[in-house]
């Protein structure tokens, strides 16, 4: 079969592996869905060696079980059977590999799509234990999104504790972003989107934003505390952007909470003694999901019919990844998905 492998700085290409066979305790499954991520870019543009030139990319993976190893039981992975993969692999021990938060394990994870073979290929050989029930009522790419951009949304919110009737405030609307404002909305929430393109702002809107605030127009902190009458309850912050994740912190009421989640800033600027401690702000981080949180993600998801298809503007097969590259390098807005061919 043919893999994706980014070869450094905006290079890829459609490499040969084997037709993968799984080993005792794996499946192998058929690809019908792979989406492009934000962090793939990261990747995609990267010089560095121990990161490009060795795997199939691709982390956001959803197909159909083809095969499985001689000690998976057919119920955990019944031949024909559609799934999505937690797209993380550990020592299967720990206490965070053992909860479902295999990207914390203790020894050290492996990223399927950075370090490991990911899901831009025909086939994809991963561990029954990662594989996530795709519902029947959900799309191949609705699967691929839930994978990575919408579960981390979804993480965020749960780690939130979010209650609806209270504000959510989100900053940047990429499709993270763009998730966490239809997700919050769904769950009750008033909804204000935060972004410096109005391309983007327009997107959120039609996913349920109550009110959306230019921040290359207008101060989003001032804007928000007005739409809000003293802050926003909670603020999460999905850009990355080191300007976002200070004015998160500051457009947040009494007692509120932010969750970072866009990685990317090393450093930001707060006034810890005025914009913290005399707020009693709540500060969490939230890094993708566990596998019960991508379930729950994909139960939400069928239960609510949200339009998460509707996230995807482009579509590619998969031996026009190049094309796709290309073009999310600089295209900041939408979501692309390769697909085995283009009308799958
Ligand atoms: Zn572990
Ligand atoms: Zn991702």
Request: proline residues 4%; glycine residues 10%.
């Amino acid at each position: 079969m043919k893999g994706v492998v980014f070869t450094g700085d905006r290079q890829l290409e459609l490499r040969d592996f084997p037709d993968p066979e799984p080993s005792e305790d794996d499946v192998v499954i058929e690809i019908k869905a792979s989406g492009m991520c934000g962090s793939d870019l990261h990747v995609y543009r990267s010089n560095d060696t121990a990161l490009v030139g060795k795997y199939i990319a691709g982390h956001e993976p959803c197909g159909v079980v083809l095969e499985r190893g001689a000690s998976v039981p057919e119920r955990l992975a019944p031949i024909g059977a559609r799934v999505m993969v937690h797209h993380y692999d550990g020592c299967r021990t720990c206490s965070n590999c053992m909860s479902g938060w295999t990207q914390l394990c203790e020894e050290g994870s492996v990223v399927y799509g950075k370090s490991g073979h990911g899901a831009h290929a025909r086939y994809m050989k991963v561990p029954a234990r990662t594989l996530v029930a795709l519902p029947d009522t959900l799309s191949f790419t609705t699967g691929a999104a839930i994978s990575c951009g919408t579960g981390t949304a979804y993480g965020a919110i749960e780690r939130m504790e979010l209650r609806g009737g209270s504000t959510l405030t989100v900053f940047g609307q990429g499709p993270v972003g763009l998730s966490a404002t239809m997700l919050g909305a769904a769950m009750g929430a008033r909804v204000i989107a935060v972004d410096i393109s109005a391309e983007r702002l327009e997107r959120a809107k039609s996913f349920g934003a109550d009110a959306v605030v230019n921040a290359a127009e207008v101060d989003p902190v001032e804007t928000i505390q007005e739409l809000t009458g003293g802050g926003t309850d909670y603020a999460l912050e999905c850009s990355g952007a080191p300007e976002a994740s200070a004015a998160a912190v500051r457009s947040t009421r009494t007692w509120g909470t932010v969750c970072f989640v866009g990685m990317g800033a090393k450093h930001a600027t707060y006034d810890v003694t005025n914009d913290i401690i005399r707020k009693q702000l709540t500060l969490l981080g939230s890094w993708t999901f566990s596998a019960a949180g991508q379930r729950d993600c994909a139960q939400f998801t069928a239960e609510r019919k949200l339009p998460v298809d509707e996230l995807f503007t482009h579509r590619f097969a998969f031996d026009e990844a190049d094309d796709a590259y290309k073009l999310f390098d600089t295209q900041t807005t939408g979501k692309a998905v390769l697909l085995p061919s283009r009308n799958a």
